[in-house]
């Protein structure tokens, strides 16, 4: 039973893995057992990355994930290095915190193109690679399902990757390829180190999250482990909230 958890065989590529949730995806899937192609646009990150994986199964690839170009040269590179692409994580991510009122139009095309073109093009180029089936896992977020105070740019891009992780479900279950989000919440990272040592904001945070804490990384990626696994087989279309229930808050 427990050998269905294994990515043993397998390929992956992590798309953002030099950092944050990425880097704990890609650690997680290189301990699963998978062959690796590490995704991102800072050298030095990837490097270290790699260095503390340290298997001689996992590589990496300085890429522009919003550049399709540089999408299919990591996608070919992969194909090279591996021989096959098995599973994608798409991972990669930014935020720009402006108000609505604020928020300018280069922002708008700057979050989208990064956070949702991205995994369109990702996706695309990708699925061509997936001789006999797949598994392919967007990263999005609870503000793409719950209204947050703000980000509206953000919220919809994160949207996006929800309704796009269905409707290629959808259109590739017949490949034999699954694709399904998992919608994070707070997770210490480096980009939120500076918001969650505000105590009030923290305190917000924990007053609509039933467990009343932020999340640690292995949590994060231990589920995409699982949904690129073969216990997740006959899973597709779905985003799993990894919220410490904060999408299920309701009266307390």
Same mark, same amino acid.
């Given at each position: 039973?427990?050998?269905?958890?294994?990515?043993?065989?397998?390929?992956?590529?992590?798309?953002?893995?030099?950092?944050?949730?990425?880097?704990?995806?890609?650690?997680?899937?290189?301990?699963?057992?998978?062959?690796?192609?590490?995704?991102? $646009?800072?050298?030095?990150?990837?490097?270290?990355?790699?260095?503390?994986?340290?298997?001689?199964?996992?590589?990496?690839?300085?890429?522009?994930?919003?550049? $399709?170009?540089?999408?299919?040269?990591?996608?070919?590179?992969?194909?090279?290095?591996?021989?096959?692409?098995?599973?994608?994580?798409?991972?990669?991510?930014?935020?720009?915190?402006?108000?609505?009122?604020?928020?300018?139009?280069?922002?708008?095309?700057?979050?989208?193109?990064?956070?949702?073109?991205?995994?369109?093009?990702?996706?695309?180029?990708?699925?061509?690679?997936?001789?006999?089936?797949?598994?392919?896992?967007?990263?999005?977020?609870?503000?793409?399902?719950?209204?947050?105070?703000?980000?509206?740019?953000?919220?919809?891009?994160?949207?996006?990757?929800?309704?796009?992780?269905?409707?290629?479900?959808?259109?590739?279950?017949?490949?034999?390829?699954?694709?399904?989000?998992?919608?994070?919440?707070?997770?210490?990272?480096?980009?939120?180190?500076?918001?969650?040592?505000?105590?009030?904001?923290?305190?917000?945070?924990?007053?609509?999250?039933?467990?009343?804490?932020?999340?640690?990384?292995?949590?994060?990626?231990?589920?995409?482990?699982?949904?690129?696994?073969?216990?997740?087989?006959?899973?597709?279309?779905?985003?799993?909230?990894?919220?410490?229930?904060?999408?299920?808050?309701?009266?307390?």
């Amino acid at each position: 039973m427990l050998k269905s958890f294994s990515l043993e065989g397998k390929t992956a590529i992590v798309t953002g893995a030099g950092k944050g949730i990425g880097k704990a995806i890609a650690l997680a899937v290189a301990e699963a057992g998978a062959n690796l192609m590490l995704v991102a $646009r800072t050298e030095s990150d990837l490097v270290a990355v790699q260095k503390e994986i340290g298997n001689g199964r996992t590589a990496y690839i300085v890429a522009d994930i919003t550049v $399709r170009e540089q999408i299919q040269n990591a996608v070919e590179k992969t194909i090279e290095q591996f021989g096959a692409i098995d599973v994608l994580v798409n991972n990669a991510g930014m935020n720009i915190r402006s108000s609505l009122a604020d928020a300018s139009d280069d922002e708008w095309h700057k979050i989208m193109d990064t956070n949702a073109h991205s995994v369109f093009m990702f996706s695309q180029e990708a699925v061509k690679k997936m001789k006999g089936g797949g598994s392919i896992i967007n990263i999005s977020s609870v503000g793409g399902e719950r209204a947050l105070k703000t980000g509206v740019v953000y919220a919809a891009s994160k949207a996006a990757i929800i309704q796009m992780t269905k409707v290629m479900a959808m259109e590739w279950g017949p490949q034999n390829i699954r694709v399904n989000a998992i919608g994070p919440w707070y997770f210490k990272t480096p980009l939120t180190e500076k918001l969650l040592s505000d105590q009030d904001y923290l305190d917000s945070i924990l007053a609509v999250t039933p467990m009343k804490r932020v999340g640690e990384l292995p949590e994060v990626a231990t589920p995409v482990v699982f949904l690129a696994s073969e216990a997740a087989s006959y899973i597709t279309g779905q985003t799993l909230f990894v919220d410490g229930g904060m999408t299920i808050h309701g009266f307390s």
